[in-house]
């Protein structure tokens, strides 16, 4: 009996060699990328249908004189969440929840409308022009079928990807976030705990969920929110075009529209 | 409390945009016409055989620009079937799920009341045609045109709901679109019913209703536009830069033709096409300031 799977990526081992990502992209044959200078050894650039983890490097500057610009660094990837907004808005039902409890893109099923790219809160899906389908993480579904850990956590050299059942992964990530608070790196947090009722691929921070583009816990929400008062509005507008019709429209003295004369010729029923 | 946006934009441009303002067009048309039969005179019924008429058309393109805008245009009937389980695929909370039953319902209704203003114009004299058109004017036939109305309010409307439920900078800031792109949709289609009757002398009496009305479409709209820039919040600044001119654009399309529409000696100066024109503009502009602001 498959379990609820979980990535835990602790930002505070990450070293930004990017191994997961070129792991990721040779176990799932995605493409290279075009050499692009960014001004930062970020030349990933953003999660897409090509990049199914990215390492983040942010640039930071700080008040102490020998070391004036920090680092942080983020392997991101997509979060696979409990309450997923892409799931939620897909029309085709391509997008499903698998056995492991991740979040799966059935490639023979999307029909490229991209309702999930506009709905996704952390732009981590992309749409390939090549197969016009919505593409993103697929928590290397494959090799949970076969038993084997998915190919980034199995990469990663520092073990900044760690990955195994939810629970324990989630004790895993208490218990380090204890330790380094102790230590005295106070601004140390989980980011995925309450979110979207829970990520399955979760981080431990050392700043604000914003500095690492992740929404904060307050603007975590999904795009039903929007579907009542959305349909709200456009039914009290309806009701108010009607009144609108029937004064702009009322008879005014005028023979009345019914009964008509049977017939209906043209000009002539008029 | 949504705020904050660290997303990718869709990639929705033209094909949407225009499957926008035919959609607004159509199902605010059906529902003119509707009125027109419920409220108005004999000698209203000329436009409202033309709103009809101009309705399923003109739904006709939308289905068309929706598939080509997809990746897998073949993959079409996704919207509606279930691949995996040849059951229906619907998602009351999926607005474009709930969108593709309401469009493929709404275009019964459409065609039905095309060919029975077809019948009743006297357009083709098919006797099958002839029958539908006497329809029209019965009890049958008026709450056919309600209900298939229902429809046309939605197919006008949803596509504003369709934008606010996502997670992308100005359109899920606001609970306004799908009112707003109601308002417009109607106000086009008046517009479309005043343009066309002017080549038809018997709808032309009806124009002036129809102007009273845009009028009250296009106030309806403006308090709509109002509401959504203040429901914007932070998310007004995508609004800024370049975007004004298409802004512009929009209050040309509903000011002139209201205060127009106000003043008949202004108007009798104005060239016959202005008003409506000027409103079809409009109408376009807002859909596309609304789309691809967003989205820059």
Redesign the interface.
């Known amino acids: 009996m498959a379990q609820p799977v979980g990535f835990f990526t602790d930002t505070t081992l990450c070293i930004g060699c990017k191994a997961c990502e070129v792991a990721c992209k040779e176990w799932n044959g995605l493409p290279d990328n075009p050499l692009v200078f960014r001004d930062s050894y970020d030349n990933t650039g953003q999660l897409d249908h090509a990049n199914w983890r990215h390492v983040r490097f942010i640039e930071q500057t700080t008040t102490s004189p020998d070391k004036p610009i920090a680092w942080s660094m983020m392997s991101d990837v997509c979060k696979h969440c409990a309450n997923a907004s892409c799931l939620e808005v897909c029309p085709t039902n391509a997008i499903v929840r698998t056995e492991f409890d991740t979040v799966f893109i059935q490639q023979d099923v999307c029909n490229g409308c991209r309702d999930c790219i506009s709905a996704c809160p952390y732009g981590v899906i992309g749409f390939n022009s090549n197969t016009g389908t919505a593409q993103k993480c697929t928590f290397c579904y494959d090799r949970l079928q076969n038993n084997l850990k998915p190919a980034c956590a199995t990469a990663c050299p520092t073990q900044s990807i760690k990955f195994g059942p939810l629970d324990e992964m989630r004790q895993v990530a208490a218990t380090r976030v204890a330790t380094l608070q102790a230590q005295g790196m106070t601004e140390a947090r989980i980011y995925g705990d309450k979110e979207y009722g829970g990520l399955h691929a979760f981080f431990l921070l050392t700043d604000k969920p914003e500095t690492y583009s992740l929404p904060s816990t307050e603007s975590a929400v999904l795009p039903s929110r929007n579907n009542i008062p959305g349909y709200l509005g456009a039914a009290i507008t309806a009701v108010v075009a009607a009144v609108a019709g029937l004064i702009a429209f009322r008879r005014r003295g005028e023979t009345p529209s019914s009964p008509s004369p049977a017939g209906g010729g043209g000009q002539g029923g008029d | ?12 441009a033209w094909y949407i945009l225009l499957y926008f303002f035919f959609a607004g067009i159509s199902g605010g048309a059906f ?2 016409g509707t ?3 419920l ?8 436009a409202s055989r033309l709103a009809f008429i101009i309705s399923f058309p003109l739904l006709l393109l939308c289905p068309v620009l929706l598939t080509l ?5 073949l ?2 009937w ?2 509606l079937v ?3 389980t040849g059951t229906p ?1 619907f ?1 009351a ?5 709930l969108g ?1 039953w309401g469009l493929t319902i709404f275009g019964l209704f459409a065609f039905v009341m095309f060919l029975a203003a077809v ?5 083709l004299r098919w006797r099958v045609l ?1 029958g539908a ?2 329809v ?2 019965s009890a049958i036939g ?1 709450a056919f045109m309600v209900i298939g109305a229902i429809f046309g ?2 197919v006008a ?2 596509t ?9 900078p100005v ?2 800031d606001t ?9 417009s949709g ?1 106000s086009g289609a008046a517009a479309s019913i005043m343009l066309l009757s002017r080549s038809r002398r ?1 709808a032309e009496v009806t124009e002036g ?2 102007m ?2 845009d009028r ?2 296009i106030i ?1 709209e403006l308090l ?1 536009i109002a509401l959504f820039l203040i429901t914007l919040g932070g998310a007004l600044s995508k609004m800024g830069g370049g975007w004004i001119l298409l802004w512009l654009v929009v209050l040309i399309g509903t000011l002139v033709p209201l205060i127009l529409e106000w003043r008949p000696a202004l108007l009798r100066q104005a060239p016959p096409a202005l008003v409506p024109v000027l409103v079809l503009v409009g109408v376009l502009a807002l859909r596309a300031v609304i789309i691809f602001s967003a989205q820059a």
């Open positions: 409390m949504p705020g904050e946006h660290f997303v990718v934009a869709p990639g929705w529902v003119i009125m027109l039969r409220f108005g005179s004999a000698a209203d019924k000329a805008d997809l990746g897998q245009p993959r079409f996704h919207m279930d691949v995996k695929a998602k909370y999926s607005p474009i799920s593709s019948g009743e114009g006297g357009y002839a058109g006497r029209m004017s008026k309010f939605f409307a949803y504003g709901v369709l934008l606010a439920v996502s997670n992308q359109w899920s609970w306004t679109l799908g009112g707003l792109f109601l308002a109607l018997e209703k129809l009273e009305a009250y479409f309806l709509l």
